[in-house]
């Protein structure tokens, strides 16, 4: 089905991708002439299409500290019949329409950047994010961001016990076992300084009216997903500067309070290593490569001198490939040689396999944050093209007790793909959803009522045809549905805008190149 322009009258000139079913179908449309829009049950003047464009996935987490990486009706519905709902076919496609492409997992990159969603993308429906962040225990809300704890903590947490332990029962033997509770206590705190650390990006976010959806603390470290990008390079530089000039402070304030305290002792011993551990996550953050906070940095200052924020991302990106090979290959060479404080003569062969596998991990995580911030980049370079009027197919207005055989040969006489279920005045009151049209056998069509196969519309069904970008996309995803009514601002049907084709927008500017 297809979207029209007007209340009654189908836009003569609007262009639209096929959608891919299993199935039965209604009969293709017939392409209308252009200046000559079919006449249907109550003509008004059509709307005009713009270029089409494609939709931004929701952006991608922020990763600092150390480095880590409505019920909805489905495009399978079928209509309330007792025999279950059969699968869409695709109708035939108009010459212009481009082939249906299956949809990409948007990736999720680090730094200080928008938050993903991720979101995924379900057939028949926009990109969504989940209505609640999650992400694992929830700690609290300082200004107003819920913050998480991920199950992967839990394991880095015992972790940090278990080795710090060990180093503690070589400089106090006389702990013993209470060795694992000063530990535990070592590692609760570094992670709370991983707190303080992305609170400092929320709040810097906050305070440039950039959205944050949580706080997560995980596997090495802390995400702060913000929800957009920066507006300016240097609103960008600051947003991550703001993180490791906090573990700088920190550091310096771990390092004044061991100055009374005498170094052998454990409060001695917890306060050098939480100066040691937030300056290394300082010094970290601050390496020049995507998803670190350095990384963030080169591309504000790249994005400054060229004017192109995607000339900074592909900068600061490459940095971060070339920073994973250099920690995969470079970290266990360094820790082999002595340079992190034990000879070789202490070295081990388990921990060299530990050192190989600690290298493989960030490695594999810078890796994977600086593509998947590459390809955000892209996306949101494409998204002000999406607009609702270009991705609006055509519809033709039917009255309630109209048989599905009469609605579709009217729909095919004006080279429509939509119905809109009108009253006596025109006013739409629901939308007949296509994949309940396939699931009626085309012998039944002219015994079938075009309203047992209508979603009634709700507010949120209902799109305005100038949105467009990010504001299209914010619409769809807080009322998830299959089909929306696109309208004018002064109220007349522009047309019906289907979430599968804003899916295949999103996937055609996935495979397009910056």
């Given at each position: 089905m297809d979207v029209s322009g007007g209340s009654g009258q189908p836009r003569s000139d609007s262009a639209e991708p096929t959608r891919q079913t299993t199935g039965e179908e209604p009969a293709p449309p017939v392409p209308q002439t252009p200046g000559k829009p079919a006449?249907?049950?109550?003509?008004?003047?059509?709307?005009?299409?713009?270029?089409?464009?494609?939709?931004?996935?929701?952006?991608?987490?922020?990763?600092?500290?150390t480095p880590e990486t409505s019920e909805t009706p489905s495009a399978s519905e079928a209509r309330e019949t007792p025999e279950p709902p059969e699968p869409q076919k695709a109708p035939e496609a108009r010459d212009d329409a481009?082939?249906?492409?299956?949809?990409?997992?948007?990736?999720?990159?680090?730094?200080?950047a928008p938050a993903p969603s991720p979101p995924g993308m379900s057939k028949g429906q926009p990109p969504q994010r989940p209505k609640e962040p999650g992400g694992g225990l929830l700690m609290g809300r300082p200004?107003?961001?819920?913050?998480?704890?991920?199950?992967?903590?839990?394991?880095?947490?015992?972790?940090?016990?278990?080795?710090?332990?060990?180093?503690?029962?070589?400089?106090?033997?006389?702990?013993?076992?209470?060795?694992?509770?000063?530990?535990?206590?070592?590692?609760?705190?570094?992670?709370?300084?991983?707190?303080?650390?992305?609170?400092?990006?929320?709040?810097?976010?906050?305070?440039?009216?950039?959205?944050?959806?949580?706080?997560?603390?995980?596997?090495?470290?802390?995400?702060?997903?913000?929800?957009?990008?920066?507006?300016?390079p240097g609103r960008e530089f600051v947003l991550a500067f703001v993180g490791p000039l906090l573990s700088l402070v920190l550091s310096g304030l771990f390092y004044l309070a061991m100055q009374p305290v005498e170094p052998g002792t454990v409060p001695g011993v917890l306060l050098a290593g939480l100066m040691v551990s937030n300056l290394i996550v300082a010094a970290f953050n601050l390496l020049p490569g995507l998803?670190?906070?350095?990384?963030?940095?080169?591309?504000?200052?790249?994005?400054?001198?060229?004017?192109k924020p995607m000339s900074g991302t592909v900068a600061a990106a490459w940095v971060g490939r070339a920073l994973a090979v250099s920690v995969l290959i470079g970290l266990p060479l360094l820790n082999h040689w002595g340079s992190f404080g034990g000879g070789t003569d202490d070295s081990t062969g388990m921990d060299a396999v530990t050192d190989a596998l600690l290298a493989a991990i960030l490695a594999a995580i810078i890796w994977t944050g600086a593509g998947n911030s590459l390809r955000m980049a892209r996306l949101r370079e494409h998204l002000p093209e999406l607009r609702a009027r270009t991705l609006t197919r055509r519809a033709v207005p039917v009255e309630t007790d109209t048989p599905l055989s009469e609605a579709l040969r009217r729909a095919?006489?004006?080279?429509?793909?939509?119905?809109?279920?009108?009253?006596?005045?025109?006013?739409?009151?629901?939308?007949?959803?296509?994949?309940?049209?396939?699931?009626?056998?085309?012998?039944?069509?002219?015994?079938?009522?075009?309203?047992?196969?209508?979603?009634?519309?709700t507010d949120g069904m209902r799109v305005s045809a100038e949105l467009a970008g990010e504001d299209l996309l914010d619409v769809l995803r807080a009322t998830p549905a299959t089909?929306?009514?696109?309208?004018?601002?002064?109220?007349?049907?522009?047309?019906?805008?289907?979430?599968?084709?804003?899916?295949?927008?999103?996937?055609?500017?996935?495979?397009?190149?910056?």
């Open positions: 006449t249907t049950a109550a003509p008004e003047e059509p709307g005009q299409p713009e270029t089409a464009g494609a939709p931004d996935p929701a952006p991608a987490p922020h990763t600092d500290t481009p082939p249906a492409a299956p949809p990409a997992a948007p990736g999720a990159g680090d730094g200080p200004f107003g961001v819920p913050v998480y704890v991920a199950p992967s903590w839990f394991v880095v947490a015992a972790l940090i016990t278990w080795v710090f332990g060990g180093q503690l029962d070589r400089v106090l033997p006389e702990l013993g076992a209470a060795r694992y509770l000063v530990s535990l206590f070592f590692a609760i705190a570094f992670y709370a300084s991983v707190l303080i650390h992305e609170l400092a990006h929320t709040v810097a976010a906050i305070r440039f009216n950039l959205p944050v959806r949580r706080i997560q603390l995980q596997f090495f470290g802390g995400v702060s997903e913000i929800e957009k990008e920066a507006e300016t998803p670190l906070d350095g990384g963030r940095m080169l591309r504000a200052v790249v994005w400054k001198i060229t004017g095919n006489a004006a080279g429509a793909r939509a119905l809109v279920i009108v009253d006596a005045d025109g006013n739409p009151l629901s939308l007949v959803r296509e994949a309940a049209i396939v699931g009626v056998p085309e012998h039944r069509r002219p015994w079938v009522a075009v309203s047992g196969l209508a979603q009634d519309l089909e929306y009514l696109v309208v004018e601002e002064t109220g007349e049907i522009y047309g019906v805008l289907s979430a599968a084709d804003v899916e295949r927008a999103f996937v055609r500017a996935m495979a397009r190149p910056a």
